[in-house]
């Protein structure tokens, strides 16, 4: 199995929601990450998780918090969004580095387009 | 710090042309690098990988070499077809994935 699995696809809030991503991964990857993607450009790292734990923030607004239920599971919860949060979030795993961050190819899901309205 | 820089595209041939997409890289040290795909309205796929320098990766008719001396991994096909139209994104590890801006590539019947 090497997929990584994202619910939803497409998620439209509003500024005043509370909703969350989900992300599954079962390939015993210990190093899990969110990322951010405008449309015509890179992803962006968010946030990187190493053995369930936080170990990178990219500076990343308060209004998105992530969780590590455990090694399979990553979660971002979105609270009071901007409409300028609307993206495709991506999220993805690899075998864990130095640092935290990863030491080899990472995979992708397939992603969920979030339109804050 | 580290970077990738890759040509700015679109990229726009007919079906059977050859493709090359470069990418440079700057870093310090030999890190692993990397081509990803994104398919319309999809999320990100390796395409192919290269860990040190003179490898070649190679998938679905594609390969890039690692070159340490010109410090490039460009990306080739021989004979693209209708259904390689993405956005490819040449990739670097360092303390996290770098990615460069991306290339659209449109192949026309």
């Known amino acids: 199995d090497t997929e990584v699995t994202q619910t939803p696809k497409h998620l439209v809030m509003g500024m005043t929601n509370k909703k969350s991503l989900k992300c599954e991964q079962h390939?015993?990857?210990?190093?899990m990450y969110w990322y951010k993607q405008k449309a015509k450009k890179p992803p962006e790292l968010m946030f990187v998780?190493?053995?369930?734990?936080?170990?990178i923030n990219e500076s990343v607004p308060s209004r998105f918090s992530p969780e590590c239920p455990n090694s399979s599971l990553l979660n971002l919860h979105l609270h009071a969004l901007q409409p300028e949060d609307s993206a495709l979030y991506l999220c993805?795993?690899?075998?864990?580095?130095?640092?935290?961050?990863?030491?080899?190819?990472?995979?992708f899901g397939q992603g969920t387009r979030l339109t804050v309205v | 710090g580290d970077s990738v820089t890759q040509m700015e595209g679109p990229v726009t041939l007919s079906e059977e042309a050859f493709l090359t997409i470069n990418c440079t890289y700057t870093?310090?040290?030999?890190?692993?690098l990397f081509w990803y795909v994104q398919y319309p309205g999809e999320g990100l796929q390796l395409l192919l990988k290269?860990?040190?320098?003179?490898d070649k990766g190679s998938n679905k008719g594609f390969e890039a070499t690692y070159r340490k001396e010109t410090t490039s991994f460009h990306l080739e096909k021989g004979s693209v077809q209708v259904s390689d139209s993405a956005v490819y994104f040449c990739?670097?590890?360092?303390?996290?994935?770098?990615f460069g801006t991306g290339t659209r590539l449109q192949v026309f019947p």
């Open positions: 993805a795993s690899s075998p864990p580095g130095r640092e935290g961050g990863p030491n080899t190819e990472a995979f």
């Open positions: 390939m015993g990857h210990r190093a």
């Open positions: 998780y190493s053995y369930e734990k936080l170990s």
């Open positions: 870093a310090t040290g030999y890190p692993s």
């Open positions: 290269a860990t040190k320098a003179d």
């Open positions: 990739a670097l590890i360092a303390d996290k994935l770098i």
